[in-house]
C-alpha cells in the first residue's frame, strides 16, 4: 500500500531534549516537505526536499533540521525544544517535484513540550 | 506573494443541506489550485485539483469546485450533505510555478446537524 509513515504518533518531551520525528514514503517519490499544524493557522511549510541531499527553508524553519540521505527518508530534527513548537507535524511527498502530481500525507504527529 | 485565504473559520449546515466553502487566492499567474479535506485525527486528503481547462472540476466524494479568475477563488461545493461530511477543510495553491510548494489556507471546520 503505498503511503508516508511518521513515528512517533505521539509525543511528550521537555525543554531542550533533542527528537527526532521520522518520516518515510514507499512511493519512491523525489519531493518531500514537513508542515506544521496550529489552530487558527492552517498548515505551515517548515522545510523541503526536492530530491536527495537537496533541502530548502519553508516559511516556519526556525528550531528545526532536516536532512535527506535516502529518497525514502526525511526526519525532522528539533535539536532543543520549547513549548512553542508544540505542535501536529505532518510530513509530505509527491512523485518528481510538479504540483501537478498528487502531494501524499501522512498521519501526523503530535507534539506536546513541556 | 502568494497567499489563500479562507473567509469561514467555522460553517454549520443541516445533513442534506448543500454547502459552499470559499477560498480566495493572491497570485500573479495561473494557479495551481487543491482543496483538501481533514478528517478528525487523520492527514489530509485531496479532494480535487485545478491547473487548466474546464474551470468546473470534479473530485471525490460528490464535492466538485469552480476556478474564476476574475474574481481570484476557487470554492469547494457540494449538493446535499452528508454526517460524514464533518471535517476541516483547507484550500491551497502551488507557489512558485508548477516546480513550487503548496501554500494553505488557514482551513474551515465544517460542522454537520442532523
Known amino acids: 500500500e503505498a503511503q508516508v509513515t511518521q513515528n512517533p504518533r505521539y509525543l511528550i518531551t521537555v525543554t531542550g531534549k533533542k527528537l527526532t520525528v521520522t518520516c518515510s514514503q514507499n512511493?519512491?517519490?523525489?519531493?518531500m516537505s514537513w508542515y506544521r499544524q496550529d489552530p487558527g493557522l492552517g498548515l505551515r511549510q517548515i522545510y523541503y526536499?526536492?530530491?536527495?541531499?537537496?533541502?530548502d527553508k519553508g516559511d516556519v524553519p526556525e528550531g528545526y533540521k532536516v536532512s535527506r540521505k535516502e529518497k525514502r527518508n526525511f526526519p525532522l530534527i528539533l535539536e532543543s525544544p520549547s513549548p512553542n513548537q508544540t505542535s501536529l507535524y505532518f510530513c509530505?511527498?509527491?512523485?518528481?517535484?510538479?504540483?501537478?502530481?498528487?502531494?501524499?500525507f501522512g498521519p501526523g504527529t503530535r507534539l506536546t513540550v513541556l | 506573494a502568494q497567499s489563500v485565504t479562507q473567509p469561514d473559520i467555522h460553517i454549520t449546515v443541516s445533513e442534506g443541506a448543500s454547502l459552499e466553502l470559499r477560498c480566495n487566492y493572491s497570485y500573479g499567474a495561473t494557479p495551481y489550485l487543491f482543496w483538501y479535506v481533514q478528517s478528525p485525527g487523520q492527514g489530509l486528503q485531496l479532494l480535487l485539483k485545478?491547473?487548466?481547462?474546464?474551470?468546473l472540476v470534479q473530485g471525490i466524494k460528490g464535492f466538485e469546485a469552480e476556478f474564476k479568475r476574475s474574481q481570484s477563488s476557487f470554492n469547494l461545493r457540494k449538493p446535499s450533505v452528508h454526517w460524514s461530511d464533518a471535517a476541516e477543510y483547507f484550500c491551497?495553491?502551488?507557489?512558485?510555478?508548477?516546480?513550487?510548494?503548496?501554500?494553505f489556507g488557514k482551513g474551515t471546520k465544517l460542522s454537520v446537524k442532523p
Open positions: 491551497a495553491v502551488g507557489e512558485g510555478g508548477s516546480q513550487g510548494n503548496l501554500i
Open positions: 509530505a511527498s509527491r512523485a518528481r517535484t510538479s504540483l501537478v502530481n498528487e502531494q501524499f
Open positions: 512511493m519512491n517519490h523525489e519531493y
Open positions: 485545478y491547473f487548466s481547462g474546464d474551470t
Open positions: 526536499s526536492m530530491n536527495v541531499e537537496v533541502t
